[in-house]
């Protein structure tokens, strides 16, 4: 299970003001508009529900349009057999809301050869990120990690913050971390808001200041936040999404980061696509 379906996640939607309804299992968040018709949103369930119990659901909250974004485990196959049994008068959501495709990084090797996987480029960053002094530090202030973030993504930084002080609140102690890159004076330059979930990392949020790029604190903070989900028994750590060339015409802005996160010897993930 991944963690969009996960009993906390589910408490953080409901804080959004959405509906939660459960069938087969699966979670299905539910926004409802009383004018254009409702929204539900159908994510990383490994089971596609039931046509014939979703429809009295969506019929309830004046649902007219679907997204259904299952996890892995569902094939191509069942996914399009799946809407095609869905009324013409239900839409079905073609722009998903969250990634077709991600990489993780497989943590059952020891450090050594994890680190050894990267690329030279990036063991090269690692270590020059170490020589400018560059530290990391489990944190949890959740406020200054959003400050950091909100600043490092410009104008209308906030909106990329959203939402994320109530999921920090929602979720337990033991599911959540923040790593802090600091400087040599303390200052902080970078970070990352780790989840963790069925032995999962999640790379949920980061950011990083130009002063903490120049000094390859990104870098560091991924190595780091690699052997800290190594730490808590975790299998793989997922970088929550990149670049899908299955939709080469979406998302061009994603693969700049997409090369990034490439460079940690990880593997390719990808999802079923509604159609």
Known sequence: MEIQQSPYYA??????????ETIDDGNIFIKPFPIIGGLAKI???TTLPSVKKLLPVLNKHRVRTV???????????????????IPRHIKINKDPYIPTKTIRVDLAANEQDIFHRFSEAKRRAVRRAEKYGVTVSVSDDITTFLRLKSTSAGFLGFITTSGVHKLWQVLPKQHKSILLARDENQQVIGGILLLFWDRIAYYWIAGALMKGKKMFAPTLLVWEALKESKKKKCVALDFVGVWDERKPDSNHEWKGFTKFKEGFGGYELYYPLAT
């Open 11 to 20: 408490d953080f939607i409901r804080s959004l003001g959405w509906v939660v």
């Open 43 to 45: 994510q990383r369930v």
């Open 67 to 85: 997204a259904i974004e299952p996890d892995r485990h569902v094939s191509q196959k069942a996914l399009t057999s799946w809407c095609r049994q």
